[in-house]
């Protein structure tokens, strides 16, 4: 298996966020050790060859995001420079109504129209991350088209929260949308989504469109974060009606009700009669996550991977959400042996 990996999510380092219940900061969960810590371990299990990430012309991007937001990317730290002689890091401090709301001509006002939440700070060197986190996933694209079994996209920052014209959820660009962009052209690709919260963005993206799947297990939203997206009637619109697939799990899911759930997301997967399988991989489904509300234990990870596994898919294993750095790097190597 080849493993896709930029050193450069290193230049994203936020330090704190703040929790909207308490209003109050403590240290950011999404920290570059995330990464770090699960390379160490897919190295030292002999996991795969990693390898470095293709160039991509950055066009590439406005296939999948809307223009005006990635222009936001490039101009908001110089408008917030201009404004408070500051940087760094950017959160909005109020937030649009979309369908009663223009977009201000000033990109430092535009925090709140394109970004979703106060955890999702904007930096300095951000973009230059998020770029090179779907460099990876394109990457991990092509060398299945190239004749790869499975290929695994160490991303970060992750993706799936992130919308046609949002951002969010520590999330800027949505690798895994890129991803089935790209193979959509030869195939037909599925997306299933593991991360313990909903994938708001990538289901967006694709809502009304027959081309990608999009299934998805994850914390009912009615607890858990995004709230407004991911409940078990949000079945696609239009073209896509019928190709957007939720099985939101109760508070404290254990092991039996998981795998009762995964078997049915991956009987949508057969129907559809993919080419290939996305998976959005998120370790904070664990049992110890501190973000998390399941009952998966490490061992689990393998299991999964093994039901995916017999699909007989050439699969791209994307990476999300995953916050016990003690603990993520063993579920993402159990996982990745289960899909070998």
């Not at 599925?190 to 299934?215: K, P």
């Not at 957007?244 to 559809?272: G, S, V």
Request: charged content about 20%; some cysteine.
């Amino acid at each position: 298996m080849k493993i896709v990996y930029s050193k450069t999510h290193l230049l994203h380092a936020p330090q704190m966020e703040m929790d909207g219940e308490t209003s109050t900061f403590y240290p950011h969960h999404e920290i570059p050790q995330r990464a770090e810590r699960i390379l160490e371990v897919l190295r030292a299990d002999d996991i795969g060859e990693v390898i470095p990430p293709r160039e991509y012309d950055p066009s590439i991007v406005d296939e999948v995001h809307a223009p005006g937001l990635i222009e936001f990317y490039h101009k908001v730290i110089p408008a917030w420079i201009a404004r408070t002689g500051q940087p760094e890091p950017i959160i909005p401090d109020l937030f649009a109504l979309r369908r009663l709301s223009e977009r201000p001509e000033d990109p430092a006002r535009q925090v709140g129209y394109y970004c979703f939440d106060p955890q999702t700070p904007f930096m300095e060197r951000t973009w230059e991350a998020a770029l090179s986190s779907a460099w990876c996933a394109l990457s991990a694209a092509d060398l299945l088209l190239e004749g790869e079994d499975s290929v695994y996209a160490l991303c970060r920052p992750p993706g799936h929260h992130a919308g046609r014209d949002y951002y969010g959820g520590y999330c800027y660009l949505n690798n895994a949308a890129l991803a089935a962009n790209k193979l959509r052209h030869r195939g037909r690709p599925a997306i299933l989504d593991i991360d313990y919260h909903h994938g708001n963005g990538t289901q967006d993206i694709f809502y009304s469109s027959a081309d990608v799947l999009y299934v998805s297990l994850h914390a009912d939203p009615n607890f858990a974060f995004p709230c407004f997206s991911g409940y078990r009637n949000q079945r696609g619109q239009g073209a896509g009606r019928g190709y957007n697939a939720n099985f939101p799990l109760p508070l404290d899911t254990d092991e039996a009700r998981y795998h009762t759930a995964l078997d049915m997301a991956l009987d949508e997967i057969q129907r559809f009669a993919a080419d290939f399988l996305i998976i959005s991989l998120g370790v904070d489904t664990v049992q110890e996550d501190p973000l998390g509300g399941l009952k998966l234990s490490m061992e689990s990870f393998r299991r999964i991977g093994g039901k995916i596994a017999k699909l007989g898919l050439p699969v791209l294993v994307v990476q999300e959400g995953g916050y016990n750095l003690s603990l993520a790097g063993r579920c993402v190597a159990n996982f990745l042996e289960g899909i070998v």
